[in-house]
């Protein structure tokens, strides 16, 4: 089953209002990443956080992290056309060797 | 630097057919991931190389899937006698080290099983 589920699974907003987009996952991790995914190709990294980190910021992105709540949210502000894409949580955690679970993702449309 | 790169971009076999998908990582990385992605799904996970050590297969979906990576560096995955629902991108990624920070992902490989 997945680790990550993203909520929610479409967003549509207007060109520089926030998108905001969870993740929430079940089992302890030592990291989680947020990637971006444009034309069901390959994925764009955007930010990492580890697990002893709450906030970590990368120009118009912030990312939470919860472990309490075992979840993590991606937001974008004054979102552009260009940002739309599907975004995808991944979360890093140690099952014998190290493995990265991918959420369903959020797909995230901005018109102009 | 060049990125990952993955071949064919895209596949299109009949079924019952063997296919070969390759991927070349970034030199110098020591992990390795395949991905599966089915039409506006997720990622999921099918193999894992780190280093010499043994591929954790633990996410391969039956014995018609394999894969090798030849000298640390290039791999290659295979899939035998393909059904319809192996259609689907197959992504490759790797990482520098242990596969614990930023995985660089290629622009994967479309298969399509008719």
């Known amino acids: 089953s997945q680790q990550g589920e993203e909520d929610p699974q479409a967003l549509s907003i207007q060109e520089g209002e926030n998108a905001t987009m969870n993740c929430s996952y079940k089992?302890?991790?030592?990291?989680l990443q947020w990637y971006r995914q444009n034309s069901g190709r390959g994925l764009v990294h955007l930010i990492l956080?580890?697990?002893?980190?709450r906030e970590k910021h990368s120009g118009r992105l912030r990312v939470t992290l919860d472990t309490s709540k075992k979840s993590s949210s991606l937001l974008i502000t004054a979102s552009r056309a260009a940002d739309t894409a599907s975004y995808f949580c991944?979360?890093?955690?140690?099952?014998?060797?190290?493995?990265?679970?991918f959420g369903t993702g959020t797909r995230l449309k901005v018109l102009a | 630097g060049a990125g990952v790169s993955q071949s064919p971009s895209n596949k299109v076999t009949e079924k019952g057919k063997d296919v070969e998908l390759r991927c070349d990582p970034i030199s110098g990385h020591t992990a390795l991931y395949w991905y599966r992605q089915s039409l506006g799904q997720g990622l999921e996970f099918l193999i894992y190389f780190q280093g010499n050590s043994a591929p954790d297969k633990s996410g391969l979906p039956s014995d018609r899937f394999s894969a090798e990576r030849t000298g640390g560096s290039v791999s290659t995955l295979t899939i035998q006698r393909t059904q319809q629902e192996d259609s689907a991108v197959y992504l490759c990624?790797?990482?520098?080290?242990?596969?614990?920070?930023?995985?660089?992902f290629g622009p994967g490989t479309r298969l399509l099983v008719l």
């Open positions: 991944a979360t890093g955690y140690t099952s014998g060797t190290y493995k990265y679970i």
């Open positions: 089992t302890s991790i030592n990291n």
């Open positions: 990624a790797s990482s520098l080290l242990t596969g614990q920070e930023t995985q660089y």
């Open positions: 956080i580890r697990s002893n980190e």
